[in-house]
């Protein structure tokens, strides 16, 4: 699971730093140069997608997503700890879903042949590496449900 975690992250990082330079790209050539970057903002837009899912991976592992702790700060331990399994459960049935139907929304846009409006680039390349990005995501969060919020990472990464 370190590795899959780890693969992640760095995906969501190299590709966050792709969209990056693509969007400085364009933006520079279209101010320097009076030429707009062909599909540059669409390629950008596209690529933000598979970076925001891969980051997934590691924010939904380490619990650094967005919660709301009004209730669960005035519990008892047994308390906090059905919140706990209640909210990874419902994350987990979510994310899971949404990786579901990920995979069928890569079929559909292969089939249907969409993409850019000037270089004509496929679209359903961005979108299965969005998929695998959900895809991983649910594994970890099954992984961390099935072993009780207790996943070991090592020495570097600490313990989620």
Do not use: N
């Not at 590795?3 to 792709?18: P, Q, S, Y």
């Not at 592992?61 to 709301?68: A, F, R």
Request: aromatic share 8%; glycine share 12%; charged share 15%.
């Amino acid at each position: 699971m370190h590795r899959l975690v780890l693969f992640a992250e760095r995906a969501g990082g190299v590709l966050l730093f792709l969209v990056m330079c693509l969007v400085t790209a364009s933006a520079a050539s279209r101010y320097a140069f009076a030429r707009p970057m062909l599909d540059g903002d669409d390629l950008a837009r596209l690529l933000l997608l598979p970076a925001i899912l891969f980051g997934l991976v590691g924010a939904c592992l380490h619990g650094e997503h967005i919660q709301v702790d009004l209730l669960w700060e005035r519990l008892g331990p047994v308390g906090r700890r059905r919140i706990d399994v209640g909210a990874r459960a419902v994350t987990l049935l979510i994310v899971g879903a949404m990786a579901i139907a990920s995979i069928g929304r890569v079929f559909d846009i292969y089939s249907g042949r969409q993409g850019t409006f000037e270089l004509r680039m496929p679209f359903w390349p961005f979108f299965a590496a969005a998929s695998v990005g959900l895809c991983c995501a649910a594994l970890v969060l099954a992984i961390h449900a099935f072993r009780g919020g207790k996943v070991r990472l090592g020495a570097t990464s600490g313990e989620a």
